[in-house]
Structures are given as structure tokens and as C-alpha cells.
């Protein structure tokens, strides 16, 4: 396996500026997921790696092989598109032998590898119908099976999963993480959808507007993401604007329109900086006012909930703490606070995360 690096990128259209000064490394056998609204410039950079699109600046390193300038069919890589892109005329098992073929093996070869793979991507005894005779899910493994038959050394996948209903999505996370770590393959993953990006990779890489905003494992993006953008990107959180004003041991103090808090902060964090404050609903607890004693560590508001809408397996509610902000907080399926209750509103120093404010 190899590793691959971008160095650079970048890519123009005209005066759009699709992917600015992109540097990033997919270490070998391993799977980064480029992770970012649309039209972030995504599908340019899996374009660019496979060869289909000109970088404007900047390398495309392949283990210790520079191909920026190498067209397609000499790059090793396979690659599922955004919209699978099967042949409609012609069969899952030709398909899937179209890449084979291209690079000139012989007929009993194709063959073996062609019903290996698909027996590895369970479409065994389907490799006779037409794409229009399958699943969504089974399309999706018959583009995965033709990006894998040629044994790339890199494998690009863009929104794989797009087209596929809720559940099968979830279950396909999950084959796809399977496959990857079985073959062992160095992987970029593009996709718009963080649960997916969480899921699935070593590593996510955070796009916005042509610019990347992050690099890191799940948790870190998840729970220390360094701008507003990203953090609002990634999940749920509640934004509350608010000023360092000192340190109380290794928190920083930080006034907010809603009152005092405590909170983990970016490194670069000063006092008096304009910060702002991250806190995941999930991380927020509802109690009656004054009932549990003040415990160190915690952050503790008082607030009256506004709304409450039940989730299922969670309960999800918007409780107005003053100062014109309104928390989102969700509980488990029992919990009882009312609409219109006070309630007290509690959460780890550690669960609040403070940034510099700066725009995304
Ligand atoms: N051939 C092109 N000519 C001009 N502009 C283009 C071209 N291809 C892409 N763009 C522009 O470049 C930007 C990035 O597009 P890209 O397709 O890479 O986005 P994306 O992140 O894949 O989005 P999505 O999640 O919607 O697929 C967009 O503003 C898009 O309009
Ligand atoms: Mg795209």
C-alpha cells in the first residue's frame, strides 16, 4: 500500500476558486474522509487525485511517485463516483470486468477476479443482471466491486452512500469500514454527512469553501474543533458568544450573555479575547432549580424551558437562560421538565470548549 499526498492543491475555474492551497496526507492503509458542505470543493479534489481534472497548482503524490501529470488509467486508482456511473448496457459482472479489460488481461483472469470480488461484496449469482434489475445498496457494491477488482493502491469514494435510504446507509457505513480495513487500502471518502465522516474514518479532514479547516481523529474534530464553523459543521452544538475575562485553575472564565461560565479553551486563548463557546445539547443536564448542590466543575444557569420535542429515544428541548439565548438540550426519553418549568441548567466545565471568534 501507499501513501497518498496532496501538496498545495489548488484548482480554478475561471474566477471560482474551487480548492485553495489544499495540503493533506492519507497515511498508507488508512481512511481520511474529506468532510464539508456542498459545493466545498470535494468532488475537484477526488477529480484531481484520479486524474480527470488539471490541478491550476500544487502535486499529487502517490507512495514515492509524483502523478500529477500522469493521465487516469496510470494513476492505480479506483474510484466509486458520486452518482455510481455503472454502464446501464451492460451486466454487473461486465461492469465490474470493464477496468480488467482496459488493462489487457486475459479472458480466464478477468473471470476469476470478477466472481471473487463479487462473491466478496456479496453480489454472488447476481452478476448477470443489468444495473436497473438491482438494489440502491446493490448498485452501490457493484461500483464498489468495479472501483476494487483492479487492486488500486488508492481508493477514492465520493458520497457512496448518497443515494441509499437511512437504514441501509447505516448498515453500509459499517461494510464499507469493514472492507477497507480487510483490504487494507488507502482511502479518501467525500462526503457532506459528519455521521458518516465520524463513523468511518481514521481521520477527518474538515473543507470549507475550498479551504481546509481541520485535520484530525473523530473525537478531536468532534469535541476540540478549532473554528465556530467547524463546530457547527460537526454535530449539534449551542454557540454562545462571550469575552475571557481570567483563569480559575485550568479553565478559562468567560462572561456570557447568559452569565459566568467555565469551559476548556483553544490554546491560543487570552484574556480578554472575544471567544465562543461550544456546548453539545447532549452534554447539557435539566434539574428542578437549586435541587442538586453546586458541585466543582460544573457549570450551573438557571432557565425556563420553551419548547420540548419528543425524538424518540431522546427528548429535545430549548430552555431560554437569559440574556436572549436560547440553550438546545436533549435529554433521555424520560425526562420530565415541562414547557414553561424553571429548571436548573448544568454542565461540565469540560463539555464547554471556548474559540477564538473569528469568521468561518
Ligand atoms: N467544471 C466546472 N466549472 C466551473 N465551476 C465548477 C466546475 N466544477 C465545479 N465547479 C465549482 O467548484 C465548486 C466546488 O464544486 P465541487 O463539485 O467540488 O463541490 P462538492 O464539495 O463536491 O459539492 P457537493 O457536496 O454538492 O457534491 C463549486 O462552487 C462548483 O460550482
Ligand atoms: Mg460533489
Same mark, same amino acid.
Not at 213 to 233: D, L, S
Given at each position: 500500500?501507499?501513501?497518498?499526498?496532496?501538496?498545495?492543491?489548488?484548482?480554478?475555474?475561471?474566477?471560482?476558486?474551487?480548492?485553495? !492551497?489544499?495540503?493533506?496526507?492519507?497515511?498508507s492503509g488508512e481512511l481520511v474522509a474529506l468532510l464539508g458542505p456542498s459545493g466545498c470543493g470535494k468532488t475537484t479534489t477526488l477529480r484531481m487525485v484520479a486524474g480527470f481534472d488539471v490541478p491550476t497548482r500544487g502535486r499529487i503524490v502517490l507512495g514515492d511517485r509524483d502523478i500529477t501529470a500522469d493521465p487516469p488509467e496510470r494513476r492505480d486508482c479506483?474510484?466509486?463516483?458520486?452518482?455510481?456511473?455503472?454502464?446501464?448496457?451492460?451486466t454487473v459482472e461486465q461492469n465490474v470486468a470493464f477496468?480488467?479489460?482496459?488493462?489487457?488481461?486475459?479472458?480466464?483472469?478477468?473471470?476469476r477476479r470478477v466472481g471473487e470480488i463479487l462473491e466478496r461484496v456479496g453480489l454472488g449469482g447476481l452478476g448477470r443482471r443489468y444495473p436497473r434489475q438491482l438494489s440502491g445498496g446493490q448498485q452501490q457494491r457493484t461500483a464498489l466491486a468495479r472501483a476494487l477488482v483492479i487492486?488500486?493502491?488508492?481508493?477514492?469514494?465520493?458520497?457512496?452512500?448518497?443515494?441509499?435510504?437511512?437504514?441501509?446507509?447505516?448498515?453500509?457505513?459499517?461494510?464499507i469500514r469493514s472492507l477497507q480495513r480487510e483490504f487494507h487500502i488507502t482511502t479518501l471518502y467525500v462526503t457532506h454527512d459528519q455521521a458518516e465522516a465520524l463513523v468511518l474514518a481514521d481521520r477527518v479532514a474538515v473543507l470549507m469553501n475550498g479551504r481546509l479547516?481541520?485535520?484530525?481523529?473523530?473525537?478531536?474534530?468532534?469535541?476540540?474543533?478549532?473554528?465556530?464553523?467547524?463546530?457547527?459543521?460537526i454535530g449539534l452544538t449551542n454557540l454562545l458568544p462571550g469575552r475571557v475575562t481570567g483563569r480559575s485553575g485550568e479553565r478559562l472564565v468567560l462572561e456570557t450573555p447568559a452569565g459566568t461560565v467555565r469551559a476548556a479553551g483553544a490554546p491560543d486563548l487570552r484574556e480578554g479575547m472575544e471567544a465562543m463557546l461550544s456546548?453539545?445539547?447532549?452534554?447539557? !443536564?435539566?434539574?428542578?432549580?437549586? !435541587?442538586?448542590?453546586?458541585?466543582?466543575?460544573?457549570?450551573?444557569?438557571?432557565?425556563?424551558v420553551q419548547e420540548r420535542t419528543f425524538l424518540g429515544s431522546l427528548i429535545d428541548f430549548r430552555v431560554d437562560v437569559g440574556g436572549g439565548v436560547l440553550l438546545r438540550v436533549q435529554g433521555r426519553g424520560g425526562a420530565p421538565q415541562r414547557v414553561g418549568e424553571q429548571v436548573s441548567v448544568s454542565f461540565d466545565t469540560t463539555a464547554a470548549w471556548a474559540l477564538p471568534r473569528r469568521e468561518g
Open positions: 500500500m501507499a501513501s497518498l499526498r496532496l501538496q498545495g492543491l489548488t484548482k480554478r475555474f475561471g474566477d471560482v476558486v474551487a480548492v485553495h !492551497e489544499l495540503t493533506l496526507e492519507v497515511p479506483g474510484m466509486v463516483f458520486q452518482h455510481y456511473a455503472l454502464f446501464p448496457h451492460l477496468g480488467l479489460e482496459m488493462r489487457g488481461l486475459r479472458r480466464p483472469d478477468v473471470e487492486s488500486p493502491r488508492v481508493l477514492l469514494l465520493d458520497e457512496p452512500l448518497a443515494n441509499l435510504d437511512a437504514k441501509l446507509r447505516e448498515e453500509m457505513r459499517f461494510y479547516q481541520q485535520v484530525g481523529a473523530p473525537e478531536e474534530i468532534y469535541h476540540r474543533p478549532r473554528t465556530p464553523a467547524v463546530a457547527a459543521f456546548v453539545r445539547p447532549e452534554h447539557i !443536564e435539566l434539574d428542578r432549580p437549586g !435541587e442538586p448542590a453546586s458541585r466543582d466543575g460544573v457549570n450551573r444557569l438557571r432557565g425556563v
